[in-house]
T-cell receptor, first 113, second 114 residues
Framework: KAGVTQTPRYLIKTRGQQVTLSCSPI?????VSWYQQTPGQGLQFLFE???????NKGNFPGRFSGRQFSNSRSEMNVSTLELGDSALYLC????????????FGSGTQLSVL | AQSVSQHNHHVILSEAASLELGCNYS??????LFWYVQYPGQHLQLLLK??????LVKGIKGFEAEFIKSKFSFNLRKPSVQWSDTAEYFC????????????FGQGTELSVKP
């Protein structure tokens, strides 16, 4: 069974640009959540999707948005990039919203110059 | 705002030493508690979890954690660490009454010297 797949693995952007990250969950998993990981900050929750609906949202500005498709794949978009957005963005999937075990992808390393 | 705090940023131990990593959270409602581990070059993976019942839970690789409700704590322990336990450890708390949002601590980097 394939794991959680995130693409691209690395991204370099400049300030003001926008970026879209993709996450394909484990087959059969319907819940997808996104986290931002930075040194010293740990993982900060961005949002969670289940059945194409955003179920939870963290404390990030509106420049961060996401969506989930009918096949459970999810995308995350960041507009008007800032230097501080440089981070590892992790996607995690689980069977359902109440299933507690998260399976993480390798992440997308975003560098904003 | 709800938060999860891990007291130690970096812990260095020799093999066979005992380990205890602290985790405290600030939320008075019902919680589910987790420890995740990230070995070098690998994905984050679940180490152990607590939902209800016996507050002492056992996980993989000899790890255990104890939930102390009165102290809002969920400390991770291992009696004797090995070099292969070198990794970053994350405590996470799911606030069940708040729509199930999962909040992670800042992480503790454990280095075990052979």
């Amino acid at each position: 069974k394939a794991g959680v797949t995130q693409t691209p693995r690395y991204l370099i952007k400049t300030r003001g640009q926008q970026v879209t990250l993709s996450c394909s969950p484990i087959s059969g998993h319907r819940s997808v959540s996104w986290y931002q990981q930075t040194p010293g900050q740990g993982l900060q929750f961005l949002f969670e999707y289940f059945s194409e609906t955003q179920r939870n949202k963290g404390n990030f500005p509106g420049r961060f948005s996401g969506r989930q498709f009918s096949n459970s794949r999810s995308e995350m978009n960041v507009s008007t990039l800032e230097l501080g957005d440089s981070a590892l963005y992790l996607c995690a999937s689980s069977l359902s919203q109440t299933n507690e075990k998260l399976f993480f992808g390798s992440g997308t390393q975003l560098s904003v110059l | 705002a709800q938060s999860v705090s891990q007291h130690n940023h970096h812990v260095i131990l020799s093999e066979a030493a005992s380990l205890e990593l602290g985790c405290n959270y600030s939320y008075g409602g019902t919680v589910n508690l987790f420890w995740y581990v990230q070995y070098p070059g690998q994905h984050l993976q679940l180490l152990l979890k607590y939902f209800s019942g016996d507050p002492l839970v056992k996980g993989i690789k000899g790890f255990e954690a104890e939930f102390i409700k009165s102290k809002f704590s969920f400390n991770l322990r291992k009696p004797s660490v090995q070099w292969s336990d070198t990794a970053e450890y994350f405590c996470a708390v799911k606030m069940v009454d708040q729509g199930g949002k999962l909040i992670f601590g800042q992480g503790t980097e454990l280095s075990v010297k052979p």
